[in-house]
């Protein structure tokens, strides 16, 4: 079986090592989970504290401004999870096509079980959470108070906008369901998901004309579909793609740490006012982003599965999916339940408190994964047995996509 040169590094002469064995798999790994932290912060602190002009106004310290800073880039963070998924999506879908081996029911269940099995019961726990919420008569859930993540949450619960975010219909038909904001991002994945297999094989002359024609019409119906507001951000994704057909570099350890102390600043620098229009500051924010992740991939040693570093972020990266899908109606309600009608001050006490909550919302989020995320290939491969759709032969490939990248997302 031909392998591709993405997923195998040369260790010793005459060596070689999975991809997911190595130090850069372990990277991307962490690069995932602190981006979903990252958008878990930037939510937390919008929901309980004042904005950062304000709390300076009430006479708080002027070295906040480093936290209001550190929990300002949860677009950013998006962007970072595109790039991820085109890599490690976009490029199993290459790998497929170079050894024969594609199968649309195979690849369509993978990505469908990826979704569904977090994204279905993140919809019913944010229908169960938001309905405890309005029942409350919270003036969070019907948007009167000002500079908080949601609006009036009474007009986003009803089914045609349940199914339609179970449908990826968002922003096209339908808005974000409930206080789940993030749901936003899964649309893009999933129609990003399609656009590029079908643009890829209606170009590949192995395929048979009649395959190609429909793949055509599929793409470009798919593109018509989601033109205004999904179709944009498509080069983005491609250019995680793009990694895969670069080869990795030769650098040392220093190197990836000079890399990684230049780009994490510039998240925030890019999280602030847009000196372009935003979908040219997101270009070129994903051109850095694709640059710094290549630079890691340089990472080419065997990872020590044992060591707390590789541990950590592979238990990070786990749930980081369910993280980003499940915490925004908990911090909503948990909100409703702390604050009131009134935001924070950034005093000692009350960062104390977020803290804590957010510990709680990270137990919270590992809890529903044990359950959903956590059993995604189970479920799969039981899928496949009884639908009886056969997947080909594993080749391995990134691990972050055995969790994929969502939204940052998928897993294959």
């Not at 994204?119 to 859930?141: K, T």
Request: charged content about 15%.
């Amino acid at each position: 079986m031909r392998t591709d040169r993405t997923y195998f590094f040369m260790a010793k002469p005459g060596e070689k090592v999975r991809f997911t064995d190595t130090t850069a798999s372990v990277l991307l790994d962490l690069v995932r989970g602190l981006a979903a932290l990252l958008v878990l912060s930037v939510h937390l602190r919008n929901m309980l504290f004042v904005d950062y002009p304000e709390a300076i106004q009430h006479g708080a310290s002027k070295l906040l401004v480093i936290p209001y800073v550190l929990s300002s880039g949860g677009h950013q963070a998006v962007v970072i999870f595109f790039v991820l998924s085109g890599y490690l999506v976009g490029g199993s879908v290459l790998r497929l096509l170079r050894q024969r081996q594609w199968q649309w029911r195979s690849y369509l269940l993978h990505r469908i079980v990826r979704l569904w099995i977090v994204l279905l019961p993140g919809l019913l726990l944010c229908f169960l959470l938001d309905s405890i919420g309005l029942r409350s008569h919270s003036l969070l859930y019907h948007g009167i108070i000002p500079n908080y993540e949601t609006g009036d949450i009474s007009q986003l619960h009803t089914i045609k906008i349940f199914f339609g975010n179970l449908f990826f219909l968002q922003p096209m038909w339908v808005p974000t369901y409930g206080s789940d904001g993030s749901l936003w991002s899964l649309s893009y994945e999933f129609w990003y998901y399609l656009l590029f297999p079908l643009g890829l094989i209606a170009i590949r002359r192995e395929f048979s004309w009649r395959t190609r024609c429909a793949c055509l019409i599929g793409f470009i119906a798919s593109s018509w579909f989601v033109r205004i507001h999904i179709l944009p951000l498509f080069p983005i994704w491609l250019l995680g793609v793009a990694l895969t057909m670069v080869p990795a570099p030769r650098l040392g350890l220093a190197v990836r740490w000079m890399a990684a102390a230049l780009y994490m600043p510039l998240i925030f620098v890019f999280s602030r006012k847009a000196i372009w229009s935003l979908l040219v500051q997101d270009y070129i924010f994903a051109i850095v982003s694709a640059l710094f992740l290549w630079i890691m991939l340089s990472a080419k040693d065997e990872a020590d599965k044992s060591g707390y570093f590789t541990r950590g972020s592979r238990g990070l990266s786990r749930f980081s999916y369910t993280l980003y899908v499940a915490h925004l109606p908990f911090l909503l309600l948990a909100a409703s339940l702390l604050i009131g009608t009134q935001r924070w001050l950034p005093d000692v006490r009350h960062i104390a408190e977020a803290l804590g909550l957010l510990v709680v919302a990270l137990i919270y989020s590992y809890g529903i994964a044990a359950v959903t995320e956590y059993k995604t290939e189970v479920f799969r491969h039981w899928l496949e047995r009884n639908l009886g759709i056969f997947s080909a032969p594993k080749a391995h490939a990134p691990s972050l996509l055995r969790q994929e990248v969502l939204p940052g997302k998928d897993k294959s």
